[in-house]
């Protein structure tokens, strides 16, 4: 007797071969037979005219907080994905001692937009050691979830204080390297770091990791070789916009300290800067020459994100604006008034050391989201450039007067400016590059200004009934095979015997996403935007029902993918 049977589903298998009908027999958290299965089953679903594939991966998130709240990480979940990868961009919970976890919380706060209100009624920060943090998630999860090692909480837990501010002696780094060993023994899937200028602390310094030198990140690479299954991820300036010489440098030598891959977030791709991404695969070009692999990871939608002139966003990336954006409120809309202070905020924006935010300085197509004040009244979803041009302005002048109409609270979407079909052309390029990888999610971060999560639905409608840029096998191949093969994940990412039952059950006619909307369930009231899924008729996790119809069922068969057990080694 079979534990679940999915008769007459069209599979489409992730290997990339064509989709053929067949059925699917699990038993005991495996797929045990594909074909024409005449036993019996204790559930039986019939998929006929449906595609039957397995669970997507999303290799870039940070849950690692909201998993202890929301052990189903949702909206992933609904969204088909079954396995994700936290504890990127150096940023872990773990090691934690409790002088730390004030701080800890204050940065993820900033770097990683999680609401503080959140994380300190959400989390009771009640652990100390890497395998104290996995054993609290363990059994408790409605995906399977891997992490990597994040540098900072390394760098915190051995050096407290002075981890910022200064490089470390040899001791500490030998106490880091340590370290590192005994959370990657404890499951850890590798180490994360970030030296990138966009991560601040809730204090407004550079996050611990940054505070490094090369022989310290070294240390930490090489130390990642001694264990089995494990894998690289860094987040350099460079990943913004094109990297240097000495980035890329720096990569090859972390990758061969490692002998491991290592992939960095995220490849933008826009037909209107077309030395980007040529310059940005080089490195992976360069790092095979010399026997070691970086890989880029590079999103297949367009994410939708809010901006504000009142809270930390990307706008505060923008060169010289943070500084302006983080005085006082009253301040901060004095200083706006100011003509000569716009002219210079807007010739930054536009600016070549803004790198990927000039994205952000095309001020006329912004579309006004919610607005607070009777000024402002009637204005919502119009586009900037209109409301300037009724009233004679320049368009960032428009923009700013809103904003001060709302005493800043106004809501911004700026329409991304690489939507034209070059750059849709150039992004088919990229998916088929072996250099590169999709992923970049960030689902989990970002909490009320993106939402990341929906990427895999919404790529395959696409590619069933929009765009049509890649086949539905390819589609399905770059979600769940290849992220599993570059982390090495056993027996995951394929509909094959033997493998651990996490399948996606959809209807290729209505498979996408909806538009994000604004909820307040967050601990502490606080709010985050979030996409519900059409067209997921089941998800299933290790074998078990976690989505019907799309819609969580409340189940958790997920488990933590520890190093060594549920990863094998991927070599460069």
Known sequence: MLDYLIKGGTVVDGTGSPPRVADVGIRGGRIVVIGKVDEGASTTLD?????????????????????????VASPSNIHGVTTIIAGNC??????????????????????????????????????ETFADYLNRLEGNLGVNAGFLVGHCALRRYVMGEAAVGGEATPEQVDAMVQLLHECIDAGGLGFSTT????HSDGDGQPVP????????????????????????????????????????????????????????????????????????LSASTRAREVGARIVALTMPVQVPMNMSFLNYCALN?????????????PERIEKLRDPATRRFMLERAGSEEAGVF?????????????????????????????????RGQEPFDTLVEIVINDDLRTILWPIPPDGDDASWALRKQVWDDDRAMLGGSDAGAHLDRMCGAPYTTRFLGDCLRGRRLEPLERAVQMLTDEPARLFGLRGRGRIA????????????????????????????????????????????VNGVETVADNQAVGALPGTVLRSGRDTETVLP
């Open 317 to 329: 990336m923008l060169p010289d604006w943070g500084p302006i954006l983080g005085l006082p409120v």
């Open 195 to 198: 030296l990138s200028k966009t």
């Open 90 to 127: 150096g940023f872990t919970l773990a090691p934690l001692k409790a002088r730390d976890a004030d701080y800890l919380r204050r940065m993820m706060a900033k770097v990683e937009g999680m609401p503080l209100a959140a994380l300190e009624n959400g989390v009771d920060w009640k652990w």
């Open 358 to 390: 000039r994205r952000l300085a095309d001020f006329a197509n912004y579309v006004i989201g919610d607005t607070y004040s009777a000024a402002n009244e009637g204005l919502k979803g119009r586009v900037v450039a209109d409301i300037a041009r009724e």
């Open 209 to 280: 990791s940054r505070w490094s030198n090369r022989d310290e990140l070294l240390a930490l690479c090489a130390a990642v070789e001694a264990h089995e299954g494990t894998t690289l991820e860094g987040i350099v300036d460079g990943c913004l916009d094109r990297f240097t010489d000495d980035e890329i440098d720096l990569f090859i030598a972390m990758s061969l300290a490692a002998n491991r891959p290592i992939n960095w977030n995220v490849l933008t791709v826009d037909s209107h800067e077309p030395d980007r991404v040529p310059r940005q």
């Open 497 to 540: 015997e033997g493998y651990a039952a996490d399948v996606v059950v959809f209807d290729p006619e209505t498979v996408g996403a909806e538009h994000a909307t604004l909820v307040n369930d967050l601990p502490g009231g606080t709010a985050r935007l979030t996409a519900a899924a059409n067209g997921v008729v089941r998800v299933l």
């Open 47 to 71: 998929a006929g005219g449906l595609v039957v594939c397995p669970g997507f991966i999303d290799p870039h998130t940070h849950y690692d907080a909201q998993l202890l709240w929301d052990p």
